[in-house]
């Protein structure tokens, strides 16, 4: 049963655009994450956030940007899209930020930047 | 850094058959990482399969096997008899702490009645 909800499943914009990401998770844990999977399939973690609160920030262009209103959304803001951007972002939620947490991913949102 | 190295591509076996995923890591940080494999069914999302946190230990879920092995940094995923309902994608992962997360490339399974 689907709990970690993402919007939109795909996106086609062009270069320079800005595009926003939804995630939503009805799990009742406190720690969400975004990662990018790109065409090699490599799965990294891009934000991780506690309870609204940003506490995992790898190193990502600044054009990305993360929005939290509430321990259930983490939303991606990405300002003005490259074609590099292209791949298949995944929001996760774990009941806390301990390591031996399981992380329950979303369906994913795919963007194509042409 | 650290990184997970699995078998690519397709892989094709017969339904009743056994099957295995090698799936080897290389870890710089500290410590020992916890190790995961997750599945992707078709029109699904990601879900944890099963996850070993303990060097020396066998994890298991749905038939499915997996035992942490530090010395040979190995945490390959075996089944004794697949079902065509196991065709999916496998992705084997590590992590440590809270901020580190990689996974494999991912090993599209697809099995023949």
């Known amino acids: 049963e689907t709990a970690v909800f993402q919007t939109p499943n795909y996106h086609v914009t062009q270069v320079g655009n800005e595009v926003s990401f939804n995630c939503k998770q009805t799990l009742g844990h406190d720690t969400m994450y975004w990662y990018k999977q790109d065409s090699k399939k490599l799965l990294k973690i891009m934000f991780s956030y506690n309870n609204k609160q940003l506490i995992v920030n790898e190193t990502v262009p600044r054009r990305f940007s993360p929005q939290s209103s509430d321990k259930a959304h983490l939303n991606l803001r990405i300002k003005s899209v490259e074609p590099e951007d292209s791949a298949v972002y995944l929001c996760?939620?774990?009941?806390?930020?301990?390591?031996?947490?399981?992380?329950?991913f979303g369906p994913g949102t795919r963007l194509l930047v042409l | 850094g650290d990184s997970v190295t699995q078998t690519e591509g397709q892989v094709t076996v017969s339904e009743s058959k056994s099957l295995i995923i090698n799936c080897t890591y290389s870890?710089?940080?500290?410590?020992?990482?916890?190790l995961f494999w997750y599945v992707r069914y078709p029109g699904e999302g990601l879900q944890l399969l099963l996850k070993?946190?303990?060097?020396?230990q066998k994890g298991s879920s749905r038939g499915f096997e997996a035992t942490y092995n530090k010395e040979a940094t190995s945490f390959h995923l075996q089944k004794a008899s697949v079902q065509e309902s196991d065709s999916a994608v496998y992705y084997c992962a590590l992590r440590f702490g809270y901020q580190n997360f990689y996974f494999g490339k991912g090993t599209s399974l697809t099995v023949i009645p």
């Open positions: 070993v946190i303990t060097a020396g």
């Open positions: 996760a939620s774990s009941p806390t930020t301990g390591y031996q947490d399981t992380q329950y």
């Open positions: 870890a710089t940080s500290i410590g020992y990482p916890n």
